[in-house]
């Protein structure tokens, strides 16, 4: 029998959600959305039978609802995620987690104790190029990875003024809790180890300025509120004695936007990187995979040749949540990573807060 999943938000990212979730086998039997009308055009755009105008009214009107993906702004993340496992419901839900670390371990013990399978779609996780170079570390051809390098780099990327991106009540913060992937990317290639201490700084020089605004086309809200970081960077030190340098950023003077993980292991090297023609334009992105070795005297560049995915992993990761809820795969990410994340982003801000480095405990 078919997993019955009703989607929480009638955003752009159903797009991706939907597909994924069918090619696991899934049926996509709902869409709920606080504006009716919004959940009405969804289900008709992606062939859903049934809208509702809230959560609460699809968890009273289906019963056999199996799991839910909740696609809302970052402040709804928590509450959406309690209230859909208090129901007894699976859940795949956008990143961030949440605002916040306490929030993450809040919903990663409410899932145990619900019994139920919570993940994040960490996307970046599931596309081709990680995929491929993750076989290569989990063969041991890389050893320990020792240090790693997250970039997610934009120079003219600010997602609009005034609205929920911009407003850190809604948001939790900028680049460094938006652009998060590559710092999950990071920790996914060095098996997830137990941070110790950040230390960070972040920058807000370009956040108010109209000539770095993302090409998206998200209106600005005149008497909105913008109060985030345009670019942030930082140093991470974990208890095995690896480390991690991160630099995230909306508006930044960069070359161009770079989306990369570097790492240096104890027996290769590798890097994942894309690099855009144009800031956030998706559909222009060219993928690298590459892994270093010295290999009979001489330095050996594999160049790692993946299938195109312009989903970036979105659609691959939704399926996999169907897939690790039905017991034919391994779920892409656990809540207990989630938790250390964002233990790591609070780290960032308390630590750019404060000028000095932050204990992780």
Known sequence: MA???????AGGMASYHIPGFRSGGAEVVAIAD???????????????????GGAKEMYSALKDLDAVSIITPNAFHHPLV????AHGKHVFCEKPPALNAADVAQMATAAKKARKTLMFNFNNRARPESYAMMEYINKGEVGRINSAQAAWIRRTGIPGFGGWFTNKKLSGGGPVIDLLHMIDLALHFMKYPQPAYVLAQTFDDLIDNKE??????????????????AAAHGFVTFKSGQVLSIRNSWAEMNQREEVSVVFQGQKAGGMVR????????????????????????????RSIIVDADESMGRTRAAKNFVLAVTGKEAPLNTPDEAVKLMKIIDGIY????????????
């Open 3 to 9: 997993l019955k999943i009703g989607v929480i938000g």
């Open 34 to 52: 606080q504006n009716l009308d919004a959940a009405k055009r969804a289900t008709e755009k992606y062939g859903v039978d049934k809208a509702f």
């Open 82 to 85: 309690i209230e859909a496992l």
């Open 212 to 229: 770095f605004k993302g090409p998206w086309g998200i209106p600005d809200a005149a008497k909105g509120v913008t109060d985030v970081e």
């Open 274 to 301: 894309r690099l855009f023609g144009r800031d956030g334009i998706d559909a222009t992105a060219i993928d690298s995979c590459e892994v270093y070795s010295q290999e009979n005297g001489r330095p050996v560049n």
């Open 350 to 361: 308390a630590s750019a807060k404060t000028g000095k480095p932050v204990e992780i405990k």
